[in-house]
């Protein structure tokens, strides 16, 4: 019987302990607001160094309904043309929700002289405790 206790005794300390690392593993997480308000800002501004900062290596860029996947270096010439054609004025998100694949924004951008915005998705994906921008899709808005 005491080898029995003894077992279970260790057995909820290993429980215990790997519960607690767990838990300091999610605290190191960051702060998924934090970095959407990044993400806007660089958006806003087209800033190019800032968004590509929290790229995955390789990002899907679908423009238009044209989607591709492209290396950092790429995204960095695909975004800039984007920016040079449609230059920003406003962004701003308009919903966020998680997902299994990690964090979707919906978000308007609104460019140069037009009287009516994109819309502008990205998708977040959590890597090493790092929100990396996986996805950035852009389409026209529907009208209704």
């Given at each position: 019987?005491t080898?029995?206790k ?6 909820l300390?290993?429980?215990?302990l ?9 605290a190191q ?15 806003s501004?087209?800033?190019l160094?800032v968004l590509?900062?929290?790229?995955a290596?390789?990002v899907?860029?679908?423009l ?5 996947r ?8 695909v975004?800039?043309d ?14 966020h929700?998680?997902?299994?694949r ?6 308007e951008f ?5 009287d ?6 990205v ?10 921008l ?11």
């Open positions: 019987m080898f029995y003894r077992g279970l005794q260790l057995g300390l290993v429980l215990l790997l519960t607690a690392g767990q838990r300091t593993v999610r997480d960051p702060d998924i607001d934090a970095v959407l308000t990044e993400v806007r800002g660089a958006i501004r087209g800033d160094p590509l900062d929290h790229a290596d390789r899907e860029i679908a238009f309904g044209e989607s591709k492209y290396s950092k270096a790429q995204a960095r010439y975004l800039q984007f920016f040079n054609t449609y230059r920003p004025r406003r962004f701003v998100f308009r919903d929700s998680q997902t299994d990690g964090w979707f924004a919906e978000g609104w460019y140069g002289r037009a009516r915005p994109l819309r502008l998705y998708l977040l994906r959590l890597r090493d405790h790092r929100w990396e996986r996805e950035i899709i852009i389409e026209e808005r529907t009208r209704r």
